[in-house]
């Protein structure tokens, strides 16, 4: 593939980002396996204490001298009352009961409403560390924060769903975009638009970004092979960032009954969800999401209702139960495959040729 602005700016071969998927799926092994292969590694810092980040950061130089990045979720206001709390702890209770778990009836709101402070101690560990490239999700940050990132010389690429988002993304100094279509699995970027406003599809958002932003956009949502690569880039994308189909390589941290569900997938067993953390995400319809369905409109909203089912999807996990499970996915389940990132990369990037 011809080098193109998009690899000259982030000092990669090939215009293919490891989508920052965050829970402990970004392993230090799968981002530098990315970088290693010509590709960008992501960590998916959205969860991280700064420390951990540290860690990751200083782990991952140790396996690559190639350039990687990371993303961090933008803190967002929030509301929550009581009796929301109470009523969505009763709901997760019966859940619960199933798997042995100790009910449980409040939750440390001061512990949840530390994420600002968290998000300003993680932007400073990137500037010390000097992480090249750090990528945005569910907003953009204060002007001062950007300015202290830009006079690192970190590049900052944003994460929009819809044309409006990006737009203010290029009007806040982002160096690149990435076009988040509706097909994306997990928690997309929206934070403008109403959650039906902005699950445009990603043929439908590419050229539309394209043709109003001058920054570089980067398409994602679904795209798992050469043919996804091609297409995007004859729509005006100069590169893809690609999630589901990085979650099932041998490298990836994701659990292994999360990795087997999304290889016997397929397209129409994704839904969207707002059950596990009161932000609309896409993944694999399981009981939980099927027994909290009902109750939607009614949950806490994000960070509030992903603290309450911590404990729940932990458990699952530990139990190999991926009934209770967030199993993210992108809609083309049945384009994933258990391979290494080197294959995956070279099998797209022959592909598209």
Request: net charge negative; aromatic share 6%; hydrophobic share 40%.
């Amino acid at each position: 593939m011809a080098e193109n602005v998009l690899t000259k700016l982030l000092n990669i071969e090939y215009p293919i980002i490891q989508a920052p998927m965050a829970g402990g799926i970004t392993t230090s092994k799968l981002v530098a396996a990315v970088s290693n292969s010509s590709g960008l590694g992501m960590i998916g810092a959205g969860y991280m204490t700064p420390l951990q980040i540290r860690e990751q950061i200083r782990e991952i130089k140790q396996l690559t001298s190639k350039p990687f990045g990371i993303n961090l979720f933008v803190p967002n206001e929030f509301q929550v009352t009581e009796n929301e709390l109470i009523s969505a702890q009763q709901k997760l209770n019966q859940i619960r009961k199933q798997l042995n778990l100790q009910p449980k009836e409040f939750i440390d709101i001061p512990a949840v409403t530390n994420v600002l402070n968290n998000f300003i101690e993680q932007v400073q560990i990137l500037i010390e560390e000097k992480v090249p490239i750090c990528s945005f999700t569910f907003g953009i940050p204060s002007k001062q924060v950007i300015a202290e990132l830009k006079q690192s010389n970190i590049i900052l690429i944003g994460t929009a769903t819809t044309v409006r988002e990006a737009v203010e993304y290029e009007k806040a100094g982002m160096d690149l975009v990435v076009a988040q279509g509706s097909e994306a699995g997990g928690h997309r970027g929206s934070f403008i638009n109403g959650e039906q406003e902005s699950l445009i599809g990603l043929m439908s958002l590419i050229p539309q970004v394209v043709d109003v932003v001058s920054i570089p956009v980067i398409a994602a949502g679904g795209i798992m092979d050469g043919r996804g690569l091609r297409a995007s880039i004859c729509l005006g994308a100069k590169g893809v960032q690609m999630g589901t189909a990085f979650l099932t390589c041998v490298e990836s941290g994701a659990h292994p009954v999360y990795k087997e569900a999304i290889l016997h997938a397929n397209e129409n067993d994704t839904v969207l969800t707002r059950s596990f953390s009161g932000k609309w995400a896409r993944g694999i319809k399981n009981e939980f999401i099927l027994k909290m369905n009902d109750y939607e409109p009614s949950l806490p909203e994000y960070p509030i209702q992903n603290t309450l089912t911590q404990d729940i999807r932990k458990t699952s996990a530990s139990q190999n139960n991926p009934a209770f499970m967030s199993l993210w996915s992108g809609q083309s389940p049945r384009l994933a495959k258990s391979q290494t990132v080197e294959s995956l990369i070279k099998s797209v990037i022959s592909e598209a040729e």
